[in-house]
Structure formats: C-alpha cells, structure tokens
C-alpha cells in the first residue's frame, strides 16, 4: 500500500500546542532554531543507526530512513525559503509536495549512513541560515502558493515543529 499523501494544514501550530509532539510555538524564535537543531541531529543520527531504520511500521507510515530524508529536504526548503525572505519583499514560496519528494528522491531506497551525514550537513546549513537573522527581521514575509502568510518568525516556528514532529514519529 502506497504512503497516503499528507494533506493537512499544520500552521494552527501556530497558534496552539501539538497534542502529538507536545512542541508549542510560543518561544521559538530564529535564534532557538539556530541554537536547537544541532541539539537535535544527534537524536537523528542515532535513529539512523538503528538496525530497522529502514523498515515501515506499517504499509501507510514512512520508516525512520524516510522521515530523515524527508527531514533532511525540510532543512533545504526552509533555509531557502528564508534567504528568499531576507532577500525580497512579500516573495511566494515554490510548491514543495513532499510526497512526490520522497518517491523522486527514492527515500526508501537511500543508505541511512550516507542520509545521517547529510541530514547534518543540511540541519548545520539551516541552523547557520536562520542564526543570522537580526530581530529587525522576523517581521518580513513569505506567502505560500496557497496564500498562507507566514513571518520570518512563524516560519522559524513553523519549521521547527516539523523537525520536532518527526522526531516523535521515530520515537527519537
């Protein structure tokens, strides 16, 4: 059975806590991104080095290799989304469908030693990104193709909840 494409709309986030995660958006802000992703890639890493890391739990869920991919990706697209915040006014994010993501980029298929490496490479890259956003910034904005307003700071908020979740989702 296929994975069932994720269509939800995570930003209510935003606004209340995760009753899965248990993250609550309040005090993230771009310099706690900066400062807890690298906390978190450890917690990734060792995920990775399990010896079913790439095994699904069922046909519908993403096995932990998966998610890391996926993670992975998250940290591109959010530093990329960012640097366009920072550089225009008001830019609109290309569409990133992660489902398709995941079946182009073969997720099941990658070497989870390899993906470990690059997940930390990506996550110090973001982390890098959003540690040098200035307070003066956070208030610039970013639109998603689906009109989805987000600040630099609900974006930090926003991303960070998924790197969180999916951590949860490995039980890592």
């Given at each position: 059975?296929a ?11 935003l606004?209340?806590p ?12 771009p ?27 069922d ?8 998610y890391?991919?996926?993670?992975r990706?998250?940290?591109?697209v ?6 366009l ?5 008001n830019?609109t ?6 489902d398709?993501a995941?079946?182009d ?10 993906v470990a490496?690059e997940?930390a ?19 610039r904005?970013g639109l ?17 909840h ?11």
């Amino acid at each position: 059975m296929a994975i069932t494409p994720d269509t939800k709309d995570w930003t209510w986030v935003l606004r209340r806590p995760c009753p899965e995660c248990g993250f609550t958006a309040d005090n993230t802000t771009p310099a706690a991104v900066a400062s807890t992703i690298p906390a978190l890639l450890p917690r990734w890493q060792g995920a990775l080095k399990r010896q079913d890391a790439d095994v699904r739990p069922d046909d519908s869920t993403w096995s932990t290799l998966e998610y890391a991919c996926h993670v992975r990706d998250v940290f591109g697209v959010f530093e990329a989304r960012l640097n366009l915040m920072l550089g225009q006014d008001n830019p609109t994010f290309a569409d990133w469908d992660q489902d398709q993501a995941a079946v182009d980029g073969d997720y099941a298929g990658q070497d989870p030693a390899v993906v470990a490496r690059e997940l930390a490479q990506a996550g110090t890259d973001a982390a890098s990104a959003f540690a040098s956003v200035t307070e003066e910034d956070w208030g610039r904005r970013g639109l998603r193709s689906n009109g989805s307003a987000f600040t630099v700071l609900t974006l930090s908020q926003y991303f960070l909840h998924d790197v969180i979740h999916h951590l949860h989702d490995v039980h890592a």
